[in-house]
């Protein structure tokens, strides 16, 4: 029996305090894992957390103080 899962890979702080996640999907035949693809998405400090991951809010919030978001958009505004 064919079973797809997916989970959250990888969480990670990257420049300017933005949240990489990886996005792993993950299929199994009998319990046997035959395939695995990644998907990557950023987020910036600011962003809309209502439809991430807990374990994605919780690092992002903890992360994203509001100085880190006024530095950040900021920085947009210098660019």
Known sequence: ???????????????NNCV???????IKDDGIEISKTYHRHVLAPGDNLDNQDPKVRAI???V??????????ASLSEE
Do not use: C, H, N, S
Request: overall charge negative.
């Open 1 to 15: 029996m064919l079973t797809k899962e997916v989970i959250i890979g990888q969480i990670e702080v990257i420049a």
């Open 20 to 26: 990489q996640v990886r996005q792993d999907t993950i």
């Open 60 to 62: 992002a919030e903890a």
């Open 64 to 73: 994203w103080t509001p100085e880190v978001i006024a530095a950040y958009q």
